[in-house]
C-alpha cells in the first residue's frame, strides 16, 4: 500500500462529499502518525457523512506537519483558517500543538486533540480526547500497587515519562525498598543499563518508553538474560498491547500493560473490519487487527465522532456554517464555542469506551483494563476506572491454569549439593552407564521426582560448585552456594537439608517446610562401669540406700520392744524344768539385729518370734524385703545389661559448663548461624568458646563432623541438626543424641524471589505431606536404606536404668512402718491382758501390774524375767492347768 494513492483517494472523496453545506475538518497529521491515523480520520467522517441524520455533514481534508515545526505548522493553520474551517484535528506532537491551540481560541474554532498533552494549559476551544496526564498517572500507580512489587526499578526514555509517573513514585511508603529510576540511553544502546540491573538483582521493571522501541528494548534485556520468568515488566504505554511478544513466549517473562480499547469489543472489530473492507475494495491492503489498533488512532475516529455528534446536536437548533478568518485579521467563528461546549456536554461510545470530557475538555473519566501476556496471548487481569478504582478480574482458576500451563512446557533446573541422605553421587561402571538424573540417588531426588509427577514439569539436577547452602558474603555483597544460584538465576530450585531461615527468606522464596528438625548435638557414647567398683549401689539413689539401713536398724529396735512388750516371747530357758524360777526372752538387741540382717539377705534366721504381735513385725519385714530385694535384683540387671554405654553429658548446659570436651559444628551453615546470632547468654558463650577454640572446631561439612566425633572418642560434640544426627544414629550405634532441641525449624525448597512456581509447589508438598509420602521417603532413606543398624541396642540414654530414688519405692517403707506401728499395738494388747492375768494371779490391782510389766519391759539389760507364784490358796485344778500350758509351751519349744 503506498501513501499516494491513499492521499488522491482522499481528495477524490472530499471533493465528491463536499457540499455547500459541509463543514470542512482538518486533520493535522505529521510523519509519525503514520498512514492508519489517515485512514481513521477518512473513514470516521465517511461514516459520519453516510449517516442518514447528517447525509454529507463533513468535508475533510488532511495537512501533512513537522512534528517540531510549529511555525510552519502555524502557517499551515492559518492558511486553513483563511479558507473557512470549522474543526481542527490534531496534530500529534506537543512541541507544534501550542501553537495551534492559540490560533484555535483566537479565532474561536474547535480544536481536537487525541495525544498524551501533559503541559497543555486548559481552553475553551480544544478537547483532547487522550485520558488526563493525572488521572492516568493515578491508574498506573494503583495497578502498579496491585501487583505488590516489594521493589522495582523504573526506565524511562524521556523526562515527559515523569509526569507519567508521578502516582508510581509517590506510591512507596517511607519504609519501603527503595525505587531505582534510570533514563534508558538516547542513543538507543540499552545494554549497559540492562546489565546494571541484571547485576543489581532487580526483576521488576516499569518501562516507559514509545511502543516502537519496546521490542529493542526487552531484546536487549533478553542478551542479558532478563527474560526469564522471574522478570516482571509493566509497559506504562497505552500501546503495550499491539506489540509482538510472542519471542519471548518460551523464556516466559510476566509482562503487563493498560490499554484503553478492548480489541474483544463488537465495535472495534466491526470498524477494523470495514476499514479493511473497505481498502480492500480500492485495492489496498490494511495491515491491521482489533489486536494492533492504536490507541491514538482508535481516538482519532472518536474525535470526529464527538464532533459530529455535537455539530449535529447544534445543527437542529440552528445553521452552522464555517468562515473564513485571517490570523492576523481580528474575527471569530461564533459557532466555535458552542460546538466545543456542546462536545463537552454530548457523551458518545467510542472505539476507546465511552467518551465523557469534563468542564476544561479533558478526559478524565475512563476506564482502563490491566491486562497480562501469557501463553494464550494477552489476558484481562483488572480494570481500572476513576470512581471504583482497580478491581481484579483474574479468577484463582485462571492464575491456576496460566501457571500449570507454564509449568508443564517447563525443564526446571534443580541445583543440590552432595550429602548423604538427601544427595549422593551414585558409583558408575567404566565406561559409565548413567547419566543426567539418573548419576544422583537420595531423599532430594524422590521428592522432587514426586512434585514434578504432581505438577507435572521436567527437571534437571545440577550439582552447586561450590558445595555450600548460601551464605552471604559481605566482601563481595553476594550469595554463595545454592542461594547464589537462584540469585544468578542458574537454577529455578534448590533443595537438600536446606534450612529455612530469616535472611535467606528475605532474598528467595521458600515453599512450606517439608521436613521439621531442631539444633541438637552429636556426640559418641563411651564405656562405662569397668573402673567403678561400686556400680552395685547404682540401683538404689543414695537416699534410698541411707533409708534402707535405717530401716533396718529400725526394724530391730521395733522387733526387740514388742518382743519385751508381749508377754508370749518369755520362755522357759531350762524346758526339763517344768516350774522355772524365771523365763528368757530370745530376742536381745543383737539377735534382734541379726533376724532383720538375715532376713533382708535372704539367709533366715535361727530365732524365730512366736507371739502375735512379733509375727506381725517380721511379717511386714519380710514383706519389706521382698520388695526391696526385688526391686534391687530388677534395677541392677538393668544397668548391667542395658546401660553398658553412657553418655557423660545430658544436654547443652553440660557441654557449657565443662572444657574437657570440645565441641564444634559447620562454620557456614545455619547451625552456625543459630549460635552467631543468637540471644540466649549460654548460646552467646557457646559461640565465643567456639570461636575461640584452637585447634579449629568448626567444619567444613557435616560429614567431617561426624567423623571428628567418631575419631576423638568422646573428645568431642558436633552440633547438627536433628534429622541428620537421626541418620547417622541409624547407622552407628556408637553415635548418640545428646540432650533435647535447641531450635525448632525447617527444610524448605527454595526458588528465585518471587517465584511464579511457589503456590504450586507448596500445594503440592502439602499432597504428599498427607498421603503420607514425605513420611515414606524418610523412612526410606533414613531406615531402610542402611539403617536400623541399632534397632536392638538402647538409642539414647536408658530411662529404665535410673536409679531407684525414694519416689519409687517409698511405698514399701510406708507399709513397713504401718505394719510395725499395728504390730506394736498388738504387743501393748498382749502385754494389757497379761498384766490382767498376773493381777488376778497375784491379787493385785491391774494398775500395780502394768507397773511392774513396764518397768521390766524398759530394763533393756535383763533379758531373764522371774516368774510370778500363784498364791498357796490358789485351787489345784488351775495348778495343774498351768503346768499342763508350761508343758505345752516347753513342747512346742522343743
Ligand atoms: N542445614 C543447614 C543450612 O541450611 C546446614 C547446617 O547448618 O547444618 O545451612
Known amino acids: 500500500m503506498t501513501f499516494v494513492p491513499l492521499l488522491g483517494l482522499v481528495l477524490l472523496a472530499c471533493v465528491a462529499g463536499a457540499n455547500e453545506n459541509s463543514l470542512r475538518v482538518v486533520a493535522l497529521l505529521s510523519p509519525e502518525n503514520g498512514l492508519l491515523q489517515e485512514t481513521a480520520f477518512n473513514h470516521a467522517v465517511q461514516h459520519m457523512n453516510n449517516d442518514l441524520r447528517h447525509t454529507d455533514i463533513l468535508e475533510k481534508e488532511i495537512r501533512k506537519v513537522e512534528s517540531f515545526d510549529s511555525f510552519s505548522t502555524g502557517m499551515i493553520t492559518c492558511d486553513l483558517t483563511s479558507k473557512g474551517v470549522a474543526g481542527i484535528f490534531g496534530p500529534h506532537s506537543p512541541s507544534s500543538t501550542g501553537i495551534v491551540r492559540s490560533i484555535c481560541e483566537t479565532l474561536e474554532i474547535p480544536h481536537v486533540l487525541t495525544t498524551w498533552d501533559p503541559y497543555g494549559l486548559p481552553s475553551q476551544y480544544t478537547n483532547n480526547l487522550y485520558p488526563d496526564p493525572q488521572v492516568l498517572s493515578q491508574a498506573l500507580a494503583e495497578v502498579v500497587r496491585q501487583m505488590r512489587w516489594r521493589t522495582y526499578t523504573i526506565l524511562y526514555q524521556d523526562d515527559s515519562a515523569l509526569v507519567r509517573l508521578q502516582g508510581v513514585l509517590q506510591n512507596t511508603n517511607p519504609g519501603d525498598n527503595p525505587i531505582i529510576v534510570r533514563q534508558l540511553d538516547p542513543n538507543k544502546d540499552y545494554r549497559p543499563t540492562l546489565k546494571e540491573i541484571k547485576k543489581s538483582s532487580e526483576t521488576k521493571i516499569i518501562l516507559d518508553c514509545d511502543p516502537e522501541d519496546i521490542l529493542d528494548i526487552l531484546r536487549a534485556a533478553d542478551s542479558v538474560n532478563m527474560m526469564d520468568e522471574y522478570c516482571s515488566y509493566f509497559i506504562t504505554s497505552l500501546d503495550g498491547h499491539t506489540v509482538d511478544y510472542s519471542e519471548f513466549r518460551d523464556t516466559g517473562p510476566n509482562i503487563t500493560t493498560m490499554r484503553l480499547l478492548d480489541p474483544s469489543s463488537r465495535m472495534v472489530q466491526h470498524v477494523v473490519r470495514d476499514w479493511i473492507d473497505a481498502e480492500a475494495r480500492d485495492g489496498n491492503e490494511l495491515d491491521i487487527t482489533p489486536e494492533t489498533l492504536k490507541t491514538e488512532t482508535a481516538l482519532m475516529y472518536d474525535a470526529v465522532l464527538l464532533y459530529t455528534e455535537a455539530v449535529v446536536l447544534l445543527n437542529t437548533s440552528e445553521h452552522i456554517l464555517q468562515e473564513p478568518l485571517e490570523c492576523r485579521q481580528p474575527g471569530r467563528w461564533r459557532k ?162 536446606l534450612t529455612i531461615t530469616y535472611k535467606r527468606e528475605k532474598v528467595v522464596d521458600f515453599t512450606m517446610p517439608f521436613m521439621n528438625l531442631g539444633i541438637s548435638i552429636l556426640y559418641r557414647r563411651t564405656e562405662k562401669g569397668e573402673t567403678n567398683l561400686f556400680s552395685f549401689l547404682d540401683p538404689f539413689s543414695f537416699d534410698v540406700w541411707i533409708y534402707l539401713v535405717t530401716a533396718t536398724l529400725g526394724i530391730s529396735a521395733v522387733l526387740f520392744i514388742t518382743s519385751r512388750t508381749t508377754p508370749y516371747e518369755w520362755d522357759n530357758p531350762h524346758p526339763c524344768t517344768s516350774d522355772p524360777e524365771e523365763l528368757e526372752n530370745n530376742f536381745t538387741l543383737v539377735n534382734c539385729l541379726w533376724f532383720s540382717m538375715g532376713s533382708i539377705l535372704g539367709a533366715g534366721c535361727d530365732i524365730l518370734p512366736r507371739a502375735v504381735s512379733t509375727r506381725m513385725v517380721a511379717g511386714w519385714w519380710w514383706f519389706f524385703a521382698l520388695i526391696v530385694v526385688a526391686s534391687y535384683t530388677a534395677n541392677l540387671a538393668a544397668f548391667l545389661t542395658v546401660a553398658k554405654m553412657e553418655a557423660p553429658l545430658k544436654g547443652v548446659d553440660d557441654l557449657a559448663k565443662q572444657n574437657k570436651i570440645k565441641y564444634g559444628t559447620y562454620k557456614s551453615g545455619s547451625t552456625a548461624a543459630f549460635f552467631q546470632n543468637s540471644n540466649v547468654s549460654s548460646y552467646q558463650r557457646i559461640w565465643a568458646v567456639m570461636v575461640q577454640t584452637r585447634p579449629e572446631v568448626f567444619t567444613k561439612g557435616n560429614a567431617e563432623g561426624v567423623d571428628r566425633v567418631k575419631k ?84 539414647d540414654e536408658p530411662e529404665d536404668s535410673n536409679k531407684l530414688g525414694l ?43 502394768l507397773k511392774s510389766e513396764l518397768k521390766f519391759a524398759v530394763r533393756c539389760s535383763v533379758d531373764t524375767k522371774p516368774v510370778s507364784k500363784k498364791p498357796e490358796t490358789e485351787d489345784n485344778e488351775e495348778t495343774e492347768g498351768a503346768s499342763f500350758m508350761q508343758l505345752q509351751m516347753n513342747f512346742d519349744k522343743a
Not at 552407628?732 to 540432650?739: E, P, Q, S
Not at 511405698?811 to 492375768?837: D, P, Q, Y
Request: charge should be negative; glycine fraction near 8%.
Open 336 to 497: 466555535g464555542l458552542d460546538i466545543s461546549n456542546f462536545m463537552r456536554l454530548r457523551q458518545v461510545q467510542g472505539l476507546t469506551g465511552l467518551i465523557v470530557l469534563d468542564a476544561n475538555g479533558r478526559r478524565t473519566s475512563f476506564s482502563v483494563d490491566a491486562i497480562e501476556y501469557t501463553f494464550e496471548g494477552f489476558q484481562k487481569i483488572g480494570e481500572w476506572n476513576p470512581i471504583d478504582g482497580y478491581i481484579s478480574t483474574r479468577t484463582h482458576e485462571e492464575l491456576d491454569s496460566q501457571i500449570s500451563t507454564s509449568l508443564s512446557k517447563k525443564l526446571m533446573i534443580v541445583t543440590s549439593r552432595e550429602g548423604a541422605p538427601y544427595l549422593s553421587i551414585r558409583n558408575q561402571t567404566d565406561p559409565p552407564t548413567l547419566f543426567g538424573n539418573d548419576r544422583y540417588e537420595g531423599f532430594s531426588i524422590d521428592l522432587i521426582d514426586e512434585i514434578s509427577r504432581i505438577l507435572k514439569f521436567k527437571y534437571e539436577f545440577r550439582l552447586v560448585a561450590d558445595n555450600e547452602y548460601g551464605n552471604f558474603d559481605p566482601k563481595t555483597g553476594e550469595w554463595n552456594g545454592l542461594l547464589g544460584e537462584l540469585l544468578k538465576r542458574r537454577a529455578d530450585l534448590a533443595i537438600c537439608d
Open 712 to 795: 576423638e572418642k568422646g573428645d568431642y560434640a558436633f552440633f547438627m541438626e536433628s534429622t541428620s544426627i537421626e541418620y547417622q544414629m541409624e547407622r552407628d550405634c556408637d553415635l548418640v543424641k545428646v540432650g533435647g532441641e535447641l531450635d525448632s525449624k525447617g527444610y524448605g525448597i527454595a526458588m528465585p524471589p518471587e517465584s511464579p512456581y511457589r503456590t504450586k509447589m507448596n500445594e503440592a508438598i502439602l499432597q504428599l505431606q498427607e498421603a503420607g509420602k514425605l513420611k515414606m521417603l524418610k523412612n526410606r532413606w533414613w531406615k531402610e536404606k542402611g539403617g536400623g543398624a541399632c534397632d536392638d541396642e538402647a538409642k
Open 807 to 849: 519416689s519409687n519405692v517409698g511405698g514399701v517403707f510406708l507399709v513397713l512402718f504401718f505394719g510395725c506401728l499395728a504390730s506394736f499395738i498388738v504387743a501393748v494388747l498382749e502385754m494389757l491382758w497379761n498384766c490382767r492375768k498376773i493381777a488376778v494371779q497375784e491379787k493385785i490391782s491391774p494398775l500395780e501390774a
